[in-house]
């Protein structure tokens, strides 16, 4: 069973930045695609960013391109997020995710990070 465990979450203040990180006890991350959703208090979960197995390509969310960027590396079976230039709205708690497909719904994910944004 795949497990993942994210870590980097905790309160920013708009304007800032901060680094998620997501460790997945996998035999290999080589079939999966990985990324990122979130989850508001009160909202639907969304999804954030997400990279490919081979040649990867990523994707972002509307909101958070040009301000988040995703990365991932097989040896190490990690991916993190990047996510500069926070606004209150980015306030959520972010899960780490694998998926048979970027676009398809995740076949599991992590606890949970906290990531509060505000002054």
């Known amino acids: 069973q795949v497990q993942l465990v994210e870590s980097g979450g905790g309160l920013v203040q708009p304007g800032g930045s901060l680094r998620l990180s997501c460790e997945v006890s996998a035999y290999t991350l080589d079939y999966y695609a990985i990324g990122w959703f979130r989850q508001a208090p009160g909202k639907e979960r969304e999804g954030v960013s997400c990279i490919s197995v081979s040649t990867p390509s990523t994707w972002y969310e509307t909101s958070v391109k040009d301000r988040f960027t995703i990365s991932r590396n097989n040896a190490r079976k990690r991916v993190s997020l990047q996510m500069n230039s926070l606004l209150q709205e980015d306030t959520a708690v972010y899960y780490c995710?694998?998926?048979?497909?970027?676009?398809?719904?995740?076949?599991?994910w992590g606890q949970g990070t906290q990531v509060p944004v505000s002054s």
């Open positions: 995710a694998i998926y048979a497909q970027c676009g398809r719904e995740a076949v599991g």
